[in-house]
Each structure stands twice: as structure tokens, then as C-alpha cells.
């Protein structure tokens, strides 16, 4: 059996139609995928690219394939990759009016406006609000981690 050549314009329409769909539906799951798996006690989205970042005693910016801190770290590359890889403990209670906060300043490949995230201290606990705004609880080891020369606040 013999097609026509409008049967099979037919069949090749059809089959781009499909796979337009196809693709259409991919591309829904890949987006939607983050948002349901929205990243609960990470400091910035996912994915995200550091280009700068400005803690309270050091700046971290990328230049070239290389990172340059001023002052110098031994261990920059460290520091960005726990800023971007870190897993934190989301914090429901209110934080006492005797905490002191900090501003970081994180500056994205993908974005124009830098994200202002907050650090904030009391004693020896330190909490750090994320890129949607959640106050996370920060532990001991991942303070010294993402904040590599500061000092306790107190101390």
C-alpha cells in the first residue's frame, strides 16, 4: 500500500506536533522540579554561581578560573563551596533582642541585584537568614566553615 505525499506530510505533522509535546512536558517537570524540592536549610539556590561574596571581615570574588580574597585565605575555594553546598537546620523560635546581626552581600552570576543575607549572633549561637529569607541555625562547624577568619563576635 502506497502513501500520498499529503498522507505523509500527515504523518511527519503529527510526529512534530508530538514531539513538541514531548519536549513542552520535559521542560515543565525540569522547572517545577526545584520548586517542589525548594532546597529546605540552603543558604542560596540552586545552582547558583558566586561571582562575589562580602562577609563582615573578608571579600571572596571570583577573577578568571581563579578566586582572589582580600585578606588572603589559604582556602577560598572552601569557603564559596560551603556557601553554596552547606545544609542547614531551619530556626522557628524568635531570636532575643540582644543578637547582633551582620550583613553578607553574595553577587550572582544570574542576577543584577546581590543577595543580602543576614548573620546574626548571640553568644555562641549564630543564626544566618537564606536566599528566601528563612532564619537558619548555623552550628559551630559550619560557622567556621562559612566564615573562615572571623572571630566569635564575643570572644
Do not use: C
Not at 520535559?26 to 529546605?40: D, F, G, H
Not at 531551619?90 to 552570576?109: E, F, H, K, N
Amino acid at each position: 500500500m502506497k502513501m500520498s505525499r499529503r498522507g505523509w506530510n500527515n504523518i511527519i505533522i503529527f510526529a512534530v506536533a508530538s514531539m513538541i509535546l514531548i519536549f513542552k512536558y520535559v521542560e515543565m517537570n525540569e522547572q517545577t522540579a526545584p520548586s517542589e524540592q525548594a532546597a529546605v536549610g540552603q543558604l542560596l539556590p540552586q545552582g547558583a554561581t558566586i561571582l562575589r561574596i562580602e562577609l563582615p571581615e573578608v571579600v571572596i570574588e571570583r577573577v578568571g578560573t581563579q578566586w582572589r580574597s582580600e585578606p588572603p585565605l589559604e582556602r577560598s575555594v572552601a569557603v564559596i563551596d560551603a556557601w553554596l553546598h552547606i545544609q542547614l537546620e531551619p530556626w522557628q523560635d524568635a531570636l532575643g533582642g540582644a543578637a547582633t546581626s551582620r550583613s553578607i552581600m553574595v553577587y550572582l552570576a544570574n542576577s543584577a541585584v546581590p543577595l543580602e543575607l543576614t548573620l546574626f549572633s548571640l553568644g555562641e549561637q549564630h543564626w544566618l537568614t537564606n536566599w528566601q529569607g528563612q532564619l537558619l541555625s548555623v552550628d559551630s562547624d559550619s560557622y567556621h566553615a562559612l566564615f573562615p577568619t572571623m572571630s566569635s563576635p564575643d570572644a
